[in-house]
């Protein structure tokens, strides 16, 4: 079973525009994480945001969480074709493991 | 990826034969953890272990085993491949809790079960 969805499933931007991706969750957590997953590739942890907090940075990430609607979103500013690759988030509903979404494929065109 | 080597990165195998796949680490991790990625399903947890000879199951483990025998070894067997095992598998380790830390993957192994 998946703890967090992301939306959209798919996204397909110009470089140097911003990419928002967005997380929902069912129960309640401690933190939610951000992985990025390149092609071919693992998943590489971008961002950890507890749950006492509702926004962090990190660069040209922006996360934010709010718990009260169970939801999470990134924003990537001036996005690079470099960003394309897959996102996901993923919460600590279980105790001592994380659960993935499903992720959001972000594309972004030169 | 630095710190967590995963072996073979690619096999193919035939059903009803086992299979095993290594997880190994340099960074006296305690937490060690098998997923595998489908497409339409995400990662699932399979199992994951959180010391020498202390593991656990997750999400779905039917039809897989794991020993971990040294903090920086942990293995993941099929104990007879079938087709709907046919996946790229993940292994992930920890520092601490996932509530603290977050997780640094291996850079998986493409199965293929015909």
């Known amino acids: 079973s998946q703890q967090g969805e992301e939306d959209p499933q798919a996204l397909s931007i110009q470089e140097g525009e911003n990419a928002t991706m967005n997380c929902s969750y069912k129960t309640s957590i401690n933190n939610l994480q951000w992985y990025r997953q390149n092609s071919g590739r693992g998943l590489v942890h971008l961002i950890l945001i507890r749950s006492n907090e509702r926004e962090k940075h990190s660069g040209r990430l922006r996360v934010t969480l709010d718990t009260s609607k169970k939801s999470s979103s990134l924003l990537i500013t001036a996005s690079r074709a470099a960003d394309t690759a897959s996102y996901f988030c993923?919460?600590?509903?279980?105790?001592?493991?994380?659960?993935f979404g499903g992720g959001t494929r972000l594309m972004v065109k030169p | 990826d630095a710190g967590i080597t995963q072996s073979p990165r690619h096999k193919v195998t035939e059903t009803g034969t086992p299979v095993t796949l290594r997880c190994h680490q340099t960074?006296?991790?305690?937490?060690m953890y098998w997923y595998r990625q489908d497409p339409g399903h995400g990662l699932r947890l399979i199992h994951y272990s959180y010391g020498v000879k202390d593991t656990d199951k997750g999400e779905v483990s039917d039809g897989y085993s794991v020993s971990r025998s040294k903090t920086e070894d942990f293995l993941l067997t099929l104990e007879s491949a079938t087709s709907s095992q046919t996946s790229v598998y993940f292994c992930?380790?920890?520092?601490?809790?996932?509530?603290?830390?977050?997780?640094?993957f291996g850079s998986g192994t493409r199965l293929t079960v015909v």
């Open positions: 960074e006296n991790h305690r937490y």
């Open positions: 992930a380790i920890s520092e601490g809790t996932a509530w603290d830390y977050g997780y640094t």
């Open positions: 993923a919460t600590d509903d279980a105790g001592n493991m994380l659960t």
